[in-house]
T-cell receptor, first 117, second 110 residues
Framework: KAGVTQTPRYLIKTRGQQVTLSCSPI?????VSWYQQTPGQGLQFLFE???????NKGNFPGRFSGRQFSNSRSEMNVSTLELGDSALYLC????????????????FGAGSRLTVL | EDKVVQSPLSLVVHEGDTVTLNCSYE??????LLWYKQEKKAPTFLFML????IEKKSGRLSSILDKKELFSILNITATQTGDSAVYLC??????????FGTGTRLTIIP
């Protein structure tokens, strides 16, 4: 069974540019979450999607956005990049259903390492 | 604000030692606590705990949750160099969002 796949694995951008990251969840998983990991702040929640709807959003500026497609694949976009956006962006999927709300195991992808110069 | 605190921040031990990693949480509407191991990139799942006092075990690793005192521990016995990693604790408070601690960096010296 394939795991969570994230592309690209590494990318370098300059300030002011925008970036789009992609995530393909485990087959059958309909919940997809995004996290930002930095040495100073650790793992911080960005947003979570289920059935193409954003259900939760973390405390990030509006420059961070995302979406989910009908096949559960997800993308996140960061516009007007800043130096502080340099981070590892992790996507996770889970087999969420109403009966296991709050007790889901998230399976993470290997991440996309973004460097902003 | 929901908060997860891990201790110690880092730990260096010799191969064969036993270690205990700590995780305390302050979350309203707590639903579950999860432990992950992160070596290079993707955090890999270790345990999910929802009930107090029930130990989860996998080989040399075990974990337990105390919902009254709001903490969990992760034990690793007979440590090996392959156990060197960052161990992450996270709490779920019911909306499919995990709040992570900053992690404990464990280094095993051969």
């Amino acid at each position: 069974k394939a795991g969570v796949t994230q592309t690209p694995r590494y990318l370098i951008k300059t300030r002011g540019q925008q970036v789009t990251l992609s995530c393909s969840p485990i087959s059958g998983h309909r919940s997809v979450s995004w996290y930002q990991q930095t040495p100073g702040q650790g793992l911080q929640f960005l947003f979570e999607y289920f059935s193409e709807t954003q259900r939760n959003k973390g405390n990030f500026p509006g420059r961070f956005s995302g979406r989910q497609f009908s096949n559960s694949r997800s993308e996140m976009n960061v516009s007007t990049l800043e130096l502080g956006d340099s981070a590892l962006y992790l996507c996770a999927s889970s087999l969420y259903h109403a009966g296991n709300s709050g007790a889901n195991v998230l399976t993470f992808g290997a991440g996309s390492r973004l460097t902003v110069l | 604000e929901d908060k997860v605190v891990q201790s110690p921040l880092s730990l260096v031990v010799h191969e064969g030692d036993t270690v205990t990693l700590n995780c305390s949480y302050e979350v309203t509407n707590f639903r579950s606590l999860l432990w992950y191991k992160q070596e290079k990139k993707a955090p890999t799942f270790l345990f999910m705990l929802t009930s107090s006092g029930i130990e989860k075990k996998s080989g040399r690793l075990s974990s337990i949750l105390d919902k009254k005192e709001l903490f969990s521990i992760l034990n690793i016995t007979a440590t090996q160099t392959g156990d060197s990693a960052v161990y992450l604790c996270a709490a779920n408070f019911g909306n499919e969002k995990l709040t992570f601690g900053t992690g404990t960096r464990l280094t095993i010296i051969p």
